[in-house]
C-alpha cells in the first residue's frame, strides 16, 4: 500500500485547509485510516482517524470542533478540514492506514505511512 498526501501549505491564522491522502495498491486491506503530525522538535502525535465504514472517528482533544476527517472509500481517499487553524497547528501532517480493526490512536496501530505534507499557519 502506497500512500500519497497533498494540500498542505500557508495560511493565516483562523483560516481552513483540506487535506487528502490518496491510497493505491492492495487497498483492500486497509481499515483505519488516520492523520498524525509532526511539529519542529516535537514528536510525531495523533489527530484523527476513521473507521474502514466512515461510522467511526476519533479525535485529539487539540482539534475537536475544529477538524473533520472522512473518507471515500470508492477513490481509496481520507480527507482531514481543517478550520480556524492556529499557530499550532503548524506541523507536518502525515497519513496513515492500518490492516486492523477499529480506530487506533497510537503510532504503533498503523502499518502504512504517507510521505507527509507541510501546513504552516501564521499569526
Known amino acids: 500500500v502506497q500512500l500519497q498526501a497533498s494540500g498542505g501549505g500557508l495560511v493565516q491564522a483562523g483560516g481552513s485547509l483540506r487535506l487528502s491522502c490518496a491510497a493505491s495498491g492492495r487497498t483492500v486491506s486497509i481499515y483505519a485510516m488516520g492523520w498524525f503530525r509532526q511539529a519542529p522538535g516535537k514528536e510525531r502525535e495523533f489527530v484523527a482517524t476513521i473507521s474502514k465504514s466512515g461510522g467511526s472517528t476519533s479525535y485529539a482533544d487539540s482539534v475537536k470542533g475544529r477538524f473533520s476527517i472522512s473518507r471515500d472509500n470508492a477513490k481509496n481517499t481520507v480527507y482531514l478540514q481543517m478550520n480556524s487553524l492556529k499557530p499550532e497547528d503548524t506541523a507536518v501532517y502525515y497519513c496513515?492506514?492500518?490492516?486492523?480493526?477499529?480506530?487506533?490512536?497510537?503510532?504503533?496501530?498503523?502499518?502504512?505511512w504517507g510521505q507527509g505534507t507541510l501546513v504552516t499557519v501564521s499569526s
Open positions: 496513515a492506514a492500518s490492516n486492523r480493526v477499529g480506530v487506533p490512536r497510537a503510532l504503533g496501530g498503523y502499518d502504512y
